[in-house]
């Protein structure tokens, strides 16, 4: 049984996707990520989200900067129903939590910081686009850093899809709302390594938030997200 093997010492997120704890792995003491996946009753087998999930995690966890897939366990919660888990390294904290301590003490992130950050994240988009993946929904919440070492790493690849030449179609639902690139908001199926450098800011939203502390483009439907961003175009002409 898989929780034979970890110690649950607490809850660190919960999603659509399941739930994520802090564990210890009881034969070496070493602290990891366990994100237990929930399998639905209706379905044969392991679903084609999770398969996918994990073949791309296999494929890109050799990189530095995507977070590093250790193994994956099958185990039953307490109505006996099979769940998967999947054993990452630990990770101490976000993106999104590093900047709302700033904002919360006033300070500022030192430039050297946010060039430090942003390399590493350039770094680790680079190793996904050279492999054929699109991350399709990077926000400060799904980079994961080590506060002792300031080490950013891409997580969270439920959404990721191969990209292939030519172009084919996807679903325009991708991306959370405040980082979707504007040809997604117009409904555009067809797109590639665009929309993962739009959401970084080398690549706009997520550097301009390490500055400001606040979300650059902070809509609350896709036409005040387009809105937001023709409104500050249109300053910048």
């Known amino acids: 049984m898989a929780m034979d093997l970890f110690e649950k010492l607490e809850k660190v997120g919960e999603g659509t996707y399941g739930k994520v704890y802090r564990a210890r792995e009881k034969a070496t003491g070493k602290i990891v990520a366990l994100k237990k996946t929930r399998l639905h009753e209706d379905e044969e087998g392991v679903p084609p989200t999770t398969l996918r999930e994990v073949s791309i995690l296999r494929m890109l966890s050799r990189d530095p900067h995507v977070v ?110 405040w980082y979707r690139a504007p040809e997604v908001l117009l409904g555009c199926t067809h797109y590639s390594t665009a929309v993962d450098m739009w959401s970084n800011l080398c690549y706009i939203s997520i550097v301009a938030e390490l500055v400001t502390k606040q979300a650059l483009f902070p809509g609350d439907s896709e036409l005040q997200q387009l809105l937001h961003i023709f409104r500050l175009t249109k300053q910048c002409l």
């Open 68 to 177: 590093r897939l250790m193994d994956v366990k099958q185990g039953q919660n307490k109505e006996g129903r099979t769940v998967l888990y999947l054993v990452f390294e630990y990770m101490d904290t976000d993106l999104k939590k590093f900047i709302r301590t700033f904002r919360q003490s006033g300070e500022n992130i030192p430039a050297q910081t946010v060039k430090s950050l942003m390399y590493q994240l350039c770094k680790g988009v680079a190793f996904c686009h050279g492999h054929g993946i699109l991350h399709r929904d990077l926000k400060p919440h799904n980079l994961l850093m080590d506060r002792k070492t300031q080490m950013l790493k891409i997580a969270d690849l439920g959404l990721a899809r191969a990209f292939t030449l030519p172009i084919k179609k996807y679903t325009h639902e991708i991306l959370t709302l």
